[in-house]
């Protein structure tokens, strides 16, 4: 028999990530996603997750999930245009258009599909879309999907954006610029008001990744179009349902129209069966909370500013962080790993993130403060990370 099913070319691969010495094994959680959870066997202080509120495990949401089964069954059944359209699907899509302050939102199964579906969606053979050198991988995927041209302008420069506008914009019919509302591995926000201007000085769209500042930025993390105040002014206005909403989806707000062309045209929605009951239902849950106090969102950024001013004093580096993402950047790879692997056997989990993440040599460990943290629980991390810090020679 051949060989060929060894697939001896993958396995080639896999020997030169164990010897580059960025093989890695899955971590498991044994518990919910909480601010302590007990990893491989360990009980630690999660300091890695996205779940900003503590929603993942709230029992208003666990109540609606279950409430949502029982009432719609385990699954959909179906994609969206043929028989998965639920109304508990399009409960939450009205609820999220009048949470976002839009005309209309529309679900996918996914914040990753958003970026995958919609872009290719608006965009076509003649057009350009224009994105900020550290968008999220999401979009990158989702732009070669597009038959578009695209450009890329230097990280929130506005001379960069300019430039690129100016010399391109007689060359195409549509152009699209993309950012992130909150850059996922620096924590720094998008600089939107001057994004939007250039905008509509050049007649161009555009379109924000706000997987980061939903439920973290604006009125109860109404996200960073809030934040703000560019409301009708952000064409494509994308919304995870898995970071701070704690559950899993994502959504694009909008315009009716935006809504009408992507019912006809995002690929994974049309090809691919909708968000479980479960889900739609701990996610209206979700939306409800925040609707009803911002005493979560208050919480959040009351522990980030603790966690962020404590470590400032200690002498880390937590780079131009503007929100509760906190990065301690090291700088070697190597060193990065060993700080993130010595943080956890002192009982805190942070990942490290090195390279092709990040560029080299600003290997960094991402701390996610949750509104679920005590300050108890944020006094012992930064306890570690002195020791950790000291004994390693970085503080």
């Not at 029992?59 to 719609?72: G, N, T």
């Not at 005590?374 to 950790?388: C, G, M, N, P, Y």
Request: proline share 3%.
């Amino acid at each position: 028999m051949s060989n060929v099913h060894e697939l001896g070319f993958l396995k080639e691969k896999i020997q030169e990530l164990k010897d580059q010495g960025v093989y890695r094994e899955l971590p498991v959680l044994e518990t919910p996603s909480e601010a302590e959870v007990i990893l491989n066997g360990k009980k630690v202080i999660n300091l890695s997750s996205n779940n900003y509120l503590g929603f993942s495990n709230h029992p208003r949401l666990k109540k609606a999930s279950i409430e949502a089964v029982e009432k719609y069954g385990a699954g959909a059944g179906a994609v969206r245009t043929i028989i998965g359209n639920m109304k508990i699907h399009e409960d939450l899509e009205a609820l999220l258009a009048k949470f976002k302050r839009e005309e209309a939102a529309f679900i996918y199964q996914s914040g990753f599909n958003c970026n995958a579906g919609t872009i290719q969606a608006v965009t076509e053979a003649g057009d350009l879309i224009v994105s900020d050198e550290l968008n999220h991988a999401s979009i990158i995927d989702g732009t070669r999907l597009s038959k578009a041209d695209r450009a890329i302008y230097k990280h929130s420069n506005m001379d960069s954006l300019e430039e690129v506008l100016r010399e391109n914009r007689d060359k195409y019919k549509n152009i699209m610029i993309i950012t992130d509302g909150v850059f996922s591995m620096d924590g720094d926000i998008a600089k939107l008001p001057e994004i939007v201007e250039l905008a509509e000085k050049y007649e161009a769209m555009t379109y924000v990744d706000d997987a980061h500042g939903s439920g973290v930025l604006g009125e109860s993390g109404r996200g960073t179009v809030d934040h703000f105040n560019l409301h009708g002014r952000v064409d494509f206005s994308i919304g995870t349902l898995s970071k701070a909403i704690g559950v899993v989806g994502g959504y694009v707000a909008g315009s009716q129209t935006m809504y009408d062309w992507l019912n006809h045209r995002a690929r994974p929605v049309l090809f691919s069966t909708t968000m479980t009951p479960a889900s739609a239902g701990a996610i209206i849950e979700a939306i409800k909370m925040l609707m009803e106090s911002t005493e979560y969102t208050d919480k959040l950024w009351e522990n980030s500013r603790y966690f962020k001013e404590k470590l400032g004093g200690l002498g880390f580096n937590t780079g131009n962080s503007q929100t509760p993402i906190t990065p301690v950047i090291i700088g070697d790879e190597a060193k990065t790993m060993e700080f993130s692997k010595k943080l956890m056997n002192n009982g805190v989990f942070v990942s490290g993130i090195v390279f092709p993440t990040v560029p080299k040599g600003t290997g960094r460990v991402r701390c996610m403060v949750t509104a679920a943290h005590t300050k108890t629980q944020l006094d012992e991390a930064v306890r570690v990370f002195e020791l950790v810090g000291k004994e390693m020679g970085i503080l």
